[in-house]
């Protein structure tokens, strides 16, 4: 596709389930990243992955969060143990070797914990 | 060091207006200061970015302000209309390689009639 996709779009659990986000960046970007946004907050950095790099995961809150990209390509976010508090919007941005600074986001995965 | 702050949280604006959208930040090894727009169930789209070697960049109705000395910069918007109503973003990074945006808390704007 043309744009950063994620899956699902909405994701209902209990409390205490394990949670698996998908994350399909635009293809040929090196760059990933996966962000949190809490409802009327701003964006929380939790990590980040670069080409064959070691990932940056100094965002991630706890250790139930754990995160995987394969190569250049598909990314999963997995939240074990669900809590109440982990309940918000989950947004996967990519961006290109070239100008990596600039990212492009998804439209997200909203989170609901009950 | 690390934070970006942002006012105001929420702003209303009538049609034709100017919208002003204020951020701070403090890490000095910041170098490139975006602008993020959102719309409801959308992710965030730059709409506008900045280096901190200009004092403003002006792109149709959308111009970026830049304070150097004062760390602070703002999102002017010109002639608002009610499709500007969205939340914006202000964020800030390093340049070389991959950067992980710092964001401000975001300020939801709406354009009256």
């Known amino acids: 596709g043309a744009g950063v996709s994620q899956s699902p779009s909405n994701k209902v659990t209990e409390k205490g389930k394990d949670v698996e986000l998908r994350c399909d960046p635009i293809?040929?970007?090196?760059?990933l990243y996966w962000y949190r946004q809490r409802l009327g907050q701003g964006l929380e950095f939790l990590i980040y992955?670069?080409?064959?790099?070691?990932?940056?995961k100094s965002g991630l809150p706890s250790d139930r969060f754990s995160a995987e990209r394969t190569g250049e390509s598909v990314s999963t976010l997995t939240i074990q143990r669900t809590q109440q508090e982990d309940s918000a919007v989950y947004l996967c941005?990519?961006?290109?070797?070239?100008?990596?600074?600039?990212?492009?986001f998804g439209a997200g995965t909203r989170l609901s914990v009950l | 060091q690390q934070q970006v702050k942002q006012s105001p949280q929420s702003l209303i604006v009538q049609k034709g207006g100017i919208s002003i959208i204020n951020c701070a930040y403090e890490?000095?090894?910041?170098?490139?200061f975006p602008w993020y727009q959102q719309f409801p169930g959308k992710g965030p789209a730059l709409l506008i970015a900045?280096?901190?070697?200009?004092s403003e960049k002006k792109e149709g109705r959308f111009t970026i302000s830049f304070n150097k000395s004062a760390k602070q910069f703002s999102l002017h918007i010109m002639d608002s209309q009610p499709g500007d109503s969205a939340t914006y973003f202000c964020?800030?990074?390093?340049?070389?390689?991959?950067?992980?945006?710092?964001f401000g808390q975001g300020t939801r704007l709406t354009i009256n009639p």
């Open positions: 964020a800030a990074s390093g340049v070389q390689g991959a950067q992980k945006l710092v």
């Open positions: 900045i280096r901190p070697d200009v």
């Open positions: 890490n000095t090894a910041f170098d490139y």
């Open positions: 941005a990519s961006s290109p070797a070239s100008r990596g600074y600039i990212q492009y």
């Open positions: 293809s040929g970007h090196t760059a």
């Open positions: 992955f670069q080409g064959n790099s070691a990932p940056d």
